[in-house]
């Protein structure tokens, strides 16, 4: 029996809806078979809250008196530089944004204390943040130098756009070499003294949805504690990897590009991270409701953690240098059991994505929808899948030589 | 037998005396040595499994005491600030001691004092600053 998106709004507004998360849904399939569970829910929460490298936000700070033309001069919030290459006040700052030159980064491995995530992260606190600017001057906006306080409420827009967030999968990395070594993905001790992953596996919003059959551009969320939308596919957005039989990818696959008003959101939700050798970051929370059409999306949303495959990659070398292949295959629910085994050897486990965390984003989501605070919505656009032709490429390098192109054979 | 986790501290003057020596030959204690850390004209510090009888340790650690140490149980050394922990997981796989540990169905993070000997290596695999240190 197929629904509707607006037939399960009803339901909603209503305080009728039945809701699950994507970690309860489980249990009621395997209670009720999936023909009878299909019938009777109408949404599974989906949730993460991890280190997603690729977002940023862009902010209106007002104009000053007199003005002050940002836009092509140089502009540093808390000293992190931030991009200005839009009109006169529009600014934009990236999780991975550091200081220039600074000390504490500079004796490897550095602990990157601050950066664009922390940024982002004192801003949605409430807290004052030092904007320091030169401008060129213009007749139109004469002043060149402004020095100022400033916080998000007092902004005209701040707005949370992140670029990929949401990875529909992803490696778990191990370190193969005789030295430490400093990653995104955490400390790698040598010869694979440990591994490291990063997925929310059965809460994981696209692992729910893995054909993207609901999640598309326009769909609402839950986002850094507030609502938002997925705008688009995510950069390197990869449909066409190897799947399991139910379709999940058993690698890095699907992405999503995420936006949302900053103002709604709180830093439990969006936190600075540094990445002790490789830098900073944000972690964002990010929950998706999947509205249960029919029975094919809700076997979907009863995926496992013993389920879902990734591949041990080494980041020692392989990962550096592009090398393809898998040390091999464990599911989410060996990582999650603290330690898989590599090549024969047991090796302690340790996630970078809180589960914990992903789990209370789907129980806060499940219970707006539950409430009727929170209405789904139809995807504008789907995202491309499987077939889609949309690939994730390397660079193809042309190298420049006296400033003229050759041909490359 | 009583076990204790201590941090001895030494002021600079006594950095050349064999106080651990003392400890074990003369009051019979046993200690493991977890870290030391001795800079010239400055305050040094080694943090200790002591276990002995507690008549042996009571005497001992007035001994240590009474020489001008500073003696101070390790746990108190060691923060974990559960408000900015995120409970990701990352620390646990670096922890020699399982400390810091996992409940591993509802994925919990949590430390254990008693079990905790201060090596550090949690402090940089924390992105979330969650794991201070006050030496």
């Given at each position: 029996?197929a629904?509707?998106?607006q037939e399960?709004?009803?339901k909603?507004?209503k305080?009728?809806?039945?809701?699950?998360?994507?970690e309860e849904?489980?249990d009621?399939?395997?209670?009720k078979?999936a023909?009878?569970?299909?019938?009777?829910?109408?949404?599974?929460?989906?949730?993460?809250?991890?280190?997603?490298c690729?977002?940023?936000?862009?902010?209106?700070?007002?104009?000053?008196n007199?003005?002050?033309?940002?836009?092509?001069?140089?502009?540093t919030?808390?000293d992190?530089?931030?991009y200005?290459?839009f009109?006169?006040v529009d600014?934009?700052?990236?999780a991975?944004?550091?200081?220039?030159d600074?000390?504490?980064?500079?004796i490897?491995?550095?602990?990157?204390?601050?950066g664009?995530?922390h940024?982002?992260e004192?801003?949605?606190?409430?807290?004052?943040?030092?904007?320091?600017?030169?401008?060129y001057?213009t007749?139109?906006?004469?002043?060149?130098?402004?020095?100022t306080?400033?916080?998000?409420?007092?902004m005209?827009e701040?707005?949370?756009?992140?670029?990929r967030?949401?990875?529909?999968?992803y490696n778990?990395?191990?370190?193969?070499?005789?030295?430490?070594?400093?990653?995104?993905?955490?400390?790698l001790h040598?010869k694979?003294?440990?591994?490291t992953?990063?997925?929310?596996?059965?809460?994981?919003?696209?692992?729910?949805?893995?054909?993207?059959?609901?999640?598309?551009?326009?769909?609402?969320?839950f986002?850094?504690g507030?609502?938002?939308?997925?705008?688009d596919?995510?950069?390197?957005?990869?449909?066409?990897?190897?799947?399991?039989d139910?379709?999940?990818?058993?690698?890095?696959a699907?992405t999503?590009?995420?936006?949302g008003?900053?103002?709604?959101?709180?830093?439990?939700?969006?936190?600075?991270?540094?990445f002790?050798?490789?830098g900073?970051?944000l972690?964002?929370?990010?929950?998706i409701?999947?509205?249960?059409?029919?029975?094919e999306?809700?076997?979907?949303?009863a995926?496992?953690?013993?389920?879902?495959?990734?591949?041990?990659?080494?980041?020692?070398?392989?990962?550096?240098n592009?090398i393809?292949?898998?040390?091999?295959?464990?599911?989410?629910a060996?990582?999650?059991s603290?330690s898989?085994?590599?090549?024969?050897?047991?090796?302690?486990t340790?996630?970078?994505s809180?589960?914990?965390?992903a789990r209370?984003?789907?129980?806060?989501?499940k219970?707006?929808v539950e409430?009727?605070?929170?209405?789904?919505?139809?995807?504008?656009?789907?995202?491309?899948?499987v077939?889609s032709?949309?690939?994730?490429?390397?660079l193809?390098?042309?190298?420049?030589?006296?400033?003229?192109?050759?041909?490359v054979? | 037998?009583?076990?204790?986790?201590l941090t001895?501290?030494?002021?600079?003057?006594?950095?050349?005396?064999?106080?651990?020596?003392?400890?074990?030959t003369?009051?019979?204690?046993?200690v493991?040595?977890?870290r030391?850390?001795?800079t010239?004209?400055?305050w040094?510090?080694l943090?200790v499994?002591?276990?002995?009888?507690?008549?042996?340790?009571d005497?001992g650690l007035?001994?240590a005491?009474?020489l001008?140490?500073d003696?101070?149980p390790?746990?108190?050394?060691?923060l974990w600030?559960?408000?900015?922990?995120?409970?990701?997981?990352?620390c646990?796989?670096?922890c020699?001691?399982?400390a810091?540990?996992v409940?591993?169905?509802?994925?919990?993070v949590?430390?254990?004092h008693?079990?905790c000997?201060?090596?550090?290596?949690?402090?940089?695999a924390?992105?979330?600053?969650?794991?201070?240190?006050?030496?």
């Amino acid at each position: 029996m197929a629904k509707t998106i607006q037939e399960i709004n009803e339901k909603i507004k209503k305080g009728k809806a039945v809701v699950y998360t994507a970690e309860e849904i489980i249990d009621v399939v395997k209670s009720k078979g999936a023909k009878k569970a299909a019938a009777e829910v109408d949404v599974v929460t989906t949730g993460t809250f991890a280190p997603m490298c690729s977002s940023g936000a862009y902010f209106n700070v007002g104009h000053s008196n007199p003005r002050t033309k940002l836009g092509g001069g140089t502009v540093t919030l808390n000293d992190i530089p931030v991009y200005t290459g839009f009109a006169a006040v529009d600014i934009l700052v990236g999780a991975t944004a550091i200081p220039d030159d600074d000390p504490r980064n500079k004796i490897r491995p550095g602990p990157f204390p601050y950066g664009g995530g922390h940024l982002i992260e004192d801003l949605v606190a409430g807290k004052d943040v030092k904007l320091v600017a030169r401008a060129y001057g213009t007749d139109c906006y004469p002043r060149r130098k402004l020095d100022t306080w400033v916080k998000l409420e007092d902004m005209n827009e701040a707005v949370l756009f992140n670029m990929r967030n949401g990875y529909q999968n992803y490696n778990v990395a191990v370190n193969l070499s005789d030295r430490i070594i400093y990653t995104y993905m955490g400390i790698l001790h040598p010869k694979v003294r440990n591994a490291t992953y990063c997925s929310a596996g059965q809460l994981s919003p696209l692992l729910n949805d893995p054909l993207y059959r609901t999640i598309g551009v326009g769909t609402r969320i839950f986002l850094g504690g507030g609502v938002g939308y997925v705008v688009d596919r995510g950069t390197q957005h990869n449909p066409d990897v190897p799947r399991t039989d139910q379709g999940v990818p058993r690698m890095g696959a699907g992405t999503l590009a995420v936006m949302g008003d900053l103002k709604q959101m709180s830093e439990r939700w969006l936190r600075g991270a540094s990445f002790t050798g490789y830098g900073v970051t944000l972690a964002v929370g990010i929950g998706i409701p999947i509205p249960i059409l029919d029975e094919e999306i809700l076997r979907h949303t009863a995926v496992t953690d013993a389920d879902i495959v990734a591949q041990v990659v080494d980041y020692s070398e392989a990962y550096p240098n592009c090398i393809p292949g898998s040390l091999g295959e464990v599911t989410y629910a060996q990582l999650k059991s603290g330690s898989i085994k590599v090549n024969g050897k047991k090796v302690p486990t340790a996630g970078l994505s809180s589960y914990a965390r992903a789990r209370e984003v789907a129980s806060i989501l499940k219970g707006s929808v539950e409430s009727g605070s929170f209405l789904l919505s139809e995807a504008v656009a789907p995202l491309p899948s499987v077939g889609s032709g949309v690939k994730f490429r390397p660079l193809q390098e042309r190298p420049v030589f006296n400033n003229t192109r050759v041909a490359v054979d | 037998m009583p076990t204790k986790r201590l941090t001895f501290n030494f002021p600079p003057h006594l950095i050349d005396q064999p106080v651990t020596y003392q400890l074990i030959t003369e009051h019979k204690l046993k200690v493991n040595i977890l870290r030391a850390r001795i800079t010239p004209r400055e305050w040094g510090r080694l943090v200790v499994e002591i276990s002995g009888t507690k008549k042996n340790l009571d005497a001992g650690l007035q001994f240590a005491t009474e020489l001008g140490l500073d003696i101070k149980p390790l746990a108190q050394d060691v923060l974990w600030n559960a408000d900015n922990c995120i409970e990701c997981s990352a620390c646990v796989s670096v922890c020699p001691t399982g400390a810091l540990s996992v409940e591993r169905k509802e994925m919990h993070v949590s430390f254990d004092h008693d079990k905790c000997i201060a090596c550090e290596l949690c402090i940089p695999a924390c992105p979330y600053e969650a794991m201070q240190i006050s030496f």
